[in-house]
């Protein structure tokens, strides 16, 4: 038997180094990896991977599931067999999901039937809203059963954690944060404010583009995802819109590296969303000391308490006169792009990070005594 499974389907993308896989994803890749190097077998349940595998000393044993089919019929029931399988070919003790996917369910009853470990991590707030509005009643209800079986429910921040202890008051949340890869700082010439993200309606992608409009001899670069989650109506809404500014580039998605690489060259990171967790985002950009500008997202208060970026608590004049002061203003640039360069490495820090996660992971292995289900 293996120590941990992680299930995160789409991390193939991010070892295959193509499109697709988004922060969620990346942060079970540098889990995987940390974990591994710290001695635990650790399997990745990941569709299959478009090119050569990782060979290297911290990559985990990969465990391939078939890709979601494209036939409808009988969807469902072919997703539980493959993650079924997928599970019990990687036959770990303990089995760590990360956000509400609707793999959550599946994955806490494999475990409950075969007496294994089930860890929630989550990634974003709303896995805590169990009333959203863009979820099936009947799935949230199936899906908020089943974290509550969870051994151990990790969050991001102390928000999150507030929100668990409402939502599942049974659960204690523990708080470890999210990783940061370590990275140069950016040296380029900034070109641009910079939006990546998934093209969905709470991250509020036209809010981008109202900024632009009001600076329109300024450059934007709008890297834009389309997913499952995306409607037609909004797409149709923002390509509208960015088609009359010619300050705007929408494009689409990069490999990782490419995206990696856009960051450096931005004046700042721009996030309009109207709820996340702790966007990967900001720590890329703190990692390279690019600053952050955010529309009304702010995580445990750290762009107002580290000086990591500039925070408009939702008022476009506020991220309007921001954007201008960061764009004319390098030595501002500078000191905030230092601030945050300085908290992901005090805070963030993959040696920090993954020693909390192994220290948590290892209470809960068959050979030592584990904590009952949560009920």
């Not at 805070?347 to 993954?354: F, K």
Request: proline share 6%; charged share 25%; hydrophobic share 40%.
């Amino acid at each position: 038997m293996r120590d941990v499974t992680i299930y995160a389907p789409a991390a193939a993308k991010i070892y295959a180094g193509a499109l697709g896989g988004g922060g969620a994803e990346v942060q079970t890749v540098l889990l995987a990896r940390a974990l591994t190097d710290r001695g635990l077998d650790v399997a990745h349940v990941v569709y299959p991977v478009d090119g050569p595998t990782p060979n290297d000393s911290s990559a985990p044993t990969l465990i391939e599931r078939r890709p979601p089919s494209e036939d409808r019929s009988l969807y469902r029931l072919r997703e539980l067999f493959n993650i079924w399988s997928a599970l019990s070919k990687a036959d770990a003790g303990i089995v760590v999901v990360r956000g509400s996917g609707g793999y959550v369910v599946p994955s806490a009853t494999w475990c409950s039937r075969h007496d294994r470990a089930f860890v929630f991590a989550a990634s974003n707030e709303l896995d805590f809203d169990l009333q959203r509005p863009d979820r099936r009643r009947s799935n949230l209800r199936a899906y908020g059963r089943a974290v509550r079986r969870a051994r151990r429910l990790v969050v991001q921040t102390q928000r999150q954690a507030e929100l668990a202890h409402q939502v599942f008051p049974s659960l204690e949340p523990i708080v470890i944060p999210s990783f940061a890869e370590p990275a140069e700082s950016a040296d380029a010439d900034p070109e641009y404010f910079l939006w990546s993200d998934r093209m969905t309606e709470y991250k509020r992608p036209e809010k981008f583009l109202e900024l632009a409009a009001a600076l329109p001899e300024t450059r934007f670069r709008m890297v834009a995802s389309v997913t499952g989650e995306t409607t037609n109506a909004l797409c149709d809404r923002v390509y509208a819109a960015a088609r009359s500014l010619p300050n705007v580039e929408v494009v689409s998605r990069r490999p990782r590296q490419e995206a990696l690489a856009e960051v450096e060259r931005a004046i700042a990171i721009v996030k309009t969303s109207e709820v996340e967790g702790m966007p990967n985002t900001f720590l890329e950009a703190w990692a390279r000391g690019v600053p952050v500008l955010s529309l009304s997202v702010d995580p445990d208060d750290r762009i107002a308490e580290r000086g990591a970026g500039l925070l408009a608590e939702g008022s476009m004049e506020r991220m309007i006169a921001g954007a201008r002061q960061l764009q004319d203003d390098p030595e501002l640039r500078a000191a905030i792009g230092a601030r945050g360069r300085d908290f992901v490495r005090t805070h963030h820090s993959l040696d920090a990070v993954a020693d909390r996660w192994a220290e948590l992971l290892r209470d809960l292995l068959p050979t030592r005594s584990a904590q009952p289900s949560a009920a």
